[in-house]
């Protein structure tokens, strides 16, 4: 394990932990922008690599590494110097072989590894060029069979059960494993994907009242905006004023479907659902974290970008572990952003995960702006 203590320097111990989600071998190709055409769009928020048929493209490397929402999540956080184990399901293959050895170099427990014949291990191929912000080619295989054969209760007895993206099979076990995890006494954080929110928003909504920290980003956010309005929470909210250019979706809120929210009524409507914590991450923009008291703001801090992906994982997992050891909304976004960041300044989803003395060590050096507004009645 790298670090030597836990990242929540209040506690006596490490924080045990299990992740619960995908685990994958990702294939990252990166190109050279002058060999490949992006095409922006010029009235939405989207581009596109355009690769012409028959052609092959020179790419300058092609590498492979080891992925994965929920393994990505366990490295990061038993770098911090937490006990973590990984509940995932690998095929019968070479390639679970290797997530296999990475665990194990990371520390991180693999007793409940789940393995099957049915499907491949799963894998990615993630397309790199121009902003860095790379196109993925997924074939999620073992990823989408969990059972309930799968979930022993003893796994969920831990300080924090953190529960990644589900798809296809596996997603059918959501209430499960948020009830199991709730009844062994864990602080329940939850980071789901879009395809989750978007195919079984109902399940969803029911087993809100077991998270206590949901993390989504702006676009996963605005897709639960019309459930909300349709269980009648109000859109309207206090507008949270600010100058800053970064903080523009305190001001804007969030849309969907021909429905909006204020960011601070949508806070106030998942608090009321059940999580004690909302973080919405916002991109270059940083991210919002709401409670009952307040809804805090942190910035990001400058990088060069290498790769984006595993950014977001790198970001939810440090805010999960120091907020589940009882840190600041400002303390714990202070931290994700100096990992994510450093996340950002390598190619793959691993590689620049901090330990537990050096994010310290940058969180004191360069400290991210954060600004705080008071919920009010």
Same mark, same amino acid.
């Given at each position: 394990m790298s670090g030597t203590q836990p990242l929540n320097d209040n506690s006596?111990?490490?924080?045990? =932990?299990?992740?619960?989600?995908?685990?994958?071998?990702?294939?990252?190709?990166?190109?050279?922008?002058?060999?490949?055409?992006?095409?922006?769009?010029?009235?939405?928020d989207a581009a596109y690599l355009?690769?012409?048929? %028959?052609?092959?493209?020179?790419?300058?490397?092609?590498?492979?590494?080891?992925? %994965?929402?929920a393994v990505n999540a366990a490295v990061s956080m038993a770098r911090l110097g937490n006990d973590v184990a990984t509940l995932v399901k690998l095929g019968s293959d070479l390639s679970a072989e290797k997530v296999l050895a990475r665990l194990d170099e990371e520390g991180v427990s693999a007793d409940f590894v789940a393995r099957t014949d049915e499907m491949a291990t799963g894998a990615s191929v993630l397309i790199?060029?121009?902003?860095?912000?790379?196109?993925?080619?997924?074939?999620?295989?073992?990823?989408?069979?969990?059972?309930?054969e799968?979930?022993?209760d003893a796994a969920f007895a831990r300080d924090l059960v953190y529960v990644t993206g589900l798809s296809n099979d596996s997603a059918d076990r959501f209430p499960s494993i948020l009830k199991k995890a709730r009844d062994g006494g864990a602080f329940v954080a939850c980071n789901p994907g879009i395809r989750q929110l978007s195919s079984r928003a109902q399940p969803f909504f029911e087993n809100l009242r077991n998270i206590d920290l949901l993390t989504i980003n702006r676009v996963e956010a605005a897709q639960l905006v019309p459930g909300l309005i349709g269980q009648?929470?109000?859109?309207?909210?206090?507008?949270?004023?600010?100058?800053?250019?970064a903080q523009e979706l305190a =001001?804007?809120?969030?849309?969907?479907?021909?429905?909006?929210?204020?960011?601070?009524?949508?806070?106030?409507?998942?608090? /009321?659902?059940?999580?004690?914590?909302?973080?919405?991450?916002?991109g270059g923009n940083g991210a919002f974290a %709401?409670? =009952?008291r307040d809804i805090t703001h942190c910035g990001t801090i400058p990088i060069t970008i290498a790769g984006t992906a595993g950014a977001g994982d790198a970001y /939810?997992?440090?805010?999960?572990?120091?907020?589940?050891?009882?840190?600041?909304?400002?303390?714990?976004?202070?931290? /994700?952003?100096?990992n994510a960041a450093s996340v950002i300044a390598q190619i793959d989803t691993q590689g620049g995960l901090l330990d537990h003395d050096m994010l310290m060590q940058r969180t004191q050096t360069v400290k991210a702006s954060i600004k705080v507004w008071p919920v009010t009645v």
């Open positions: 006596t111990k490490p924080l045990s =932990v299990l992740t619960v989600g995908g685990a994958m071998i990702d294939t990252i190709v990166q190109i050279d922008p002058a060999r490949i055409e992006q095409m922006t769009m010029t009235n939405a355009l690769v012409e048929g %028959g052609r092959k493209v020179e790419a300058q490397s092609i590498d492979p590494f080891i992925g %994965g929402g790199s060029s121009h902003d860095r912000n790379a196109a993925i080619f997924t074939a999620r295989g073992a990823n989408t069979l969990l059972r309930e799968d979930l022993p009648g929470y109000a859109g309207d909210g206090p507008v949270l004023e600010t100058d800053d250019p =001001v804007r809120g969030l849309e969907a479907g021909g429905f909006q929210m204020s960011l601070s009524a949508f806070m106030r409507a998942l608090n /009321a659902c059940g999580p004690k914590i909302v973080l919405v991450t916002d %709401g409670t =009952v /939810a997992s440090t805010f999960a572990s120091m907020s589940a050891g009882g840190a600041s909304s400002g303390d714990a976004m202070r931290a /994700a952003t100096h």
